[in-house]
């Protein structure tokens, strides 16, 4: 594109707009904000092709999986933009884990080959560029793991300080690990995360920090860049449904805002069906959505899905919004069904963290449900990296989960043997 599309910040509950002369997370009404743009004068088919022609591209910007779409991310000049070339990750058949759910047409989208192995890094990377184009010199957010991993990584790149709130005990150590290691200054509090979501905003306020939560609208933006990948991918034919994990809201939240961008645009003509997946001890947009009540917070959520461990989204409105757009669903599923489904997803070769297996535990439930048709294309987001929690994978293996009332249905147990060719042959056959 030749020209900046004009662009500006829109409350999502009252309508005030906002330019970018000011750092803003919310609305003076205390509404989630969205990045709006005029897209009235822009050639959707001329867009893609500009998208097309810088697939695969070696170096610069555009080399990113997020940055490849920058007019529709933050068009911003480009010596504010922090990149790791994140993204261009790989979509996988699901093979024996699809049969698994009971779907003969499932892929899954593996963000966990992200730079520091989760989807954050395609927010992160906008997030980061917005705090440079505002000039901050420290960064914060409060985490139950990825982002923390995510944003001191990406604030290293770019110079900047990073500050990490995290609540005590309740973050894995793959996790706890990529943070310390990449510099944030981590402070671990009383209390679970939604206490630490509220600590932070309190301090970024009172301090000066930029704060690169899931509440900042940039955030967003660079998250869209997953559906677009897929889109791309797929050489742009639509699936029926996309089914991702429900924690703080902002993943579902950012794909259905790209995917209304590019229907309005042309490029796409059908409009998939969104499923958010959450875990059944910390579901509050489940329960909400399955009972017809208010919107209330989980006090104390629990869940061995860490990463999901939210009790009181930021985005849960503009998560709702996406999901009526889209003729969408919410589900939950249990502890037990979480770790199946990722002894599943392991088991192909894939490999993810517990959070991101909601998806295929999702598809399952809404398959068997008659929701979903086995027949139905589907595309389910893996948010992180098997890594990202290895005690949670030789926890269900050894079936050492009992306490958390997990069995170890598909467990491969490690088997301890005496060392000789005889007890080797025993074991294998």
């Not at 504010?80 to 499932?106: C, H, M, P, S, W």
């Not at 889209?326 to 490999?351: C, F, H, L, R, S």
């Not at 929690?389 to 030789?394: E, G, K, R, S």
Request: aromatic content about 8%; charged content about 25%.
């Amino acid at each position: 594109m030749t020209e900046m599309i004009k662009s500006w910040l829109e409350c999502i509950r009252c309508g005030e707009k906002y330019d970018f002369s000011g750092i803003r997370y919310t609305c003076d009404c205390g509404g989630t904000l969205d990045l709006k743009r005029d897209l009235s004068q822009v050639d959707g088919q001329k867009l893609k092709q500009i998208w097309e022609d810088r697939w695969g591209a070696k170096h610069g910007i555009y080399s990113s999986g997020v940055w490849r779409y920058k007019e529709l991310i933050f068009d911003c000049e480009d010596k504010f933009v922090i990149t790791r070339q994140e993204g261009n990750t790989r979509l996988y058949d699901a093979g024996k884990a699809g049969e698994y759910a009971g779907l003969k047409n499932f892929m899954l989208k593996h963000e966990g080959e992200n730079p520091t192995g989760s989807f954050k890094d395609r927010g992160m990377t906008c997030g980061a560029t917005a705090a440079k184009f505002y000039g901050a010199g420290t960064v914060a957010c409060a985490s139950t793991g990825n982002t923390s991993a995510s944003m001191a990584s990406y604030a290293a790149i770019a110079d900047m300080k990073s500050v990490i709130f995290i609540p005590e005990g309740k973050i894995a150590y793959g996790k706890l690990a990529q943070a310390l290691a990449f510099g944030g200054k981590t402070l671990q509090i009383e209390g679970n995360f939604d206490d630490a979501m509220e600590l932070v905003q309190d301090v970024c306020r009172e301090l000066n920090i930029y704060l690169l939560n899931s509440i900042n609208p940039f955030r967003i933006e660079g998250q869209k860049a997953i559906g677009f990948e897929v889109l791309q991918q797929l050489d742009w034919q639509v699936p029926d449904w996309f089914i991702i994990p429900g924690g703080n809201l902002g993943n579902n939240s950012a794909l259905t805002k790209g995917l209304q961008e590019l229907h309005q645009l042309g490029i796409i003509d059908k409009i998939p069906r969104i499923a958010v997946i959450q875990a059944g001890g910390s579901a509050p947009l489940s329960k909400m959505w399955k009972e017809g009540t208010e919107y209330a917070a989980v006090k104390d959520p629990d869940t061995i899905a860490t990463a999901i461990k939210i009790g009181n989204p930021v985005s849960w409105e503009k998560s709702l919004r996406g999901i009526k757009w889209t003729n969408g669903i919410v589900e939950d599923v249990t502890e037990q069904e979480i770790m199946d489904a990722k002894a599943w997803v392991d088991a192909v070769g894939i490999g993810a963290e517990p959070a991101s297996c909601c998806s295929v535990a999702g598809a399952k439930k809404l398959v068997d449900a008659g929701i979903i048709k086995s027949d139905e294309t589907v595309v389910g987001i893996l948010t992180g990296n098997i890594l990202k929690d290895p005690d949670a994978v030789v926890g269900y293996h050894k079936d050492e989960l009992g306490h958390m009332g997990i069995k170890g249905t598909f467990a491969n147990k490690p088997q301890v043997i005496k060392a000789t060719v005889d007890a080797v042959k025993a074991a294998i056959n």
